[in-house]
């Protein structure tokens, strides 16, 4: 099995960037996505295939890669931003969520 | 437009079989897989396996694999989640989702999800 590994908290103040991280051993062969979870609700899809917005994602959500890392920026965090986020990939048809990163809005 | 209707939250016994279901409407059913994944009290989001209702070919997570079985219904735009016998560590809430892919194969992630049912297990 592998695993997905992201910092379990990240804080920042509005305005400001936000940088949240996910590492795993498949990232090179496998594109990453990411979910915003807020609470009471169901996840919502915020980057796929590394770096690709869905219709509907602010522009200020973004994603690169680097290796065995991932990262997904929010620049100019509004508090409505605060959620978990949720890095997810696959490996031989399995998928893999990472454990989750709480982002606060100072 | 795309949507994922669940079954209703479930009160059960430890011991006790159970089958939620995931109803799909605005789009081909049996052209895209259906996933499930587990959000345990207070905790992060496991994938748990997938369906592909056009010819009921499944994938579970080796956590999973033998613990539950996905399935599904395509005369009815159904997948349907079972357990033969709940556990109280099965407490959860759990999600299906639309496994998105394109023209080419490509995965693009799980693009509409169901609102989530609650399971309670409890003696």
């Known amino acids: 099995s592998y695993e997905l590994t992201q910092p379990s908290s990240v804080s920042v103040s509005p305005g400001q960037t936000a940088r949240i991280t996910c590492s795993g051993d498949?990232?090179?062969?496998?594109?990453a996505y990411w979910y915003q979870q807020k609470p009471g609700q169901a996840p919502r899809l915020v980057i796929f295939k590394d770096n690709e917005r869905p219709s509907g994602i602010p522009d200020r959500f973004s994603g690169s890669s680097s290796g065995t890392s991932v990262t997904l920026t929010i620049s100019g965090v509004q508090p409505e931003d605060e959620a978990d986020y949720y890095c997810?990939?696959?490996?031989?048809?399995?998928?893999?969520f990472g454990g989750g990163t709480k982002l606060t809005v100072l | 437009e795309v949507h994922l209707e669940q079954s209703g939250a479930e009160a059960k016994k430890p011991g006790e079989s159970l089958r939620i279901s995931c109803q799909a409407s605005?789009?081909?059913?049996?052209?895209?897989?259906i996933g499930w994944v587990r959000q345990m009290p207070g905790k992060g989001l496991e994938w748990m396996g997938a369906v592909y209702p056009g010819d009921s070919d499944t994938t579970y997570s080796p956590t999973f694999q033998g613990q539950v079985t996905i399935s599904a219904d395509k005369s009815v735009n159904t997948a349907y989640l079972h357990w033969n016998s709940l556990k109280v560590s099965d407490t959860a809430v759990y999600y299906c989702a639309r496994r998105l892919y394109d023209n080419d194969g490509f995965y693009l992630g799980m693009d509409s999800w169901g609102q989530g049912t609650l399971l309670t297990v409890s003696s």
């Open positions: 498949t990232l090179p062969k496998q594109y």
């Open positions: 997810q990939s696959a490996d031989n048809n399995i998928s893999m």
């Open positions: 605005g789009y081909q059913f049996t052209s895209s897989w």
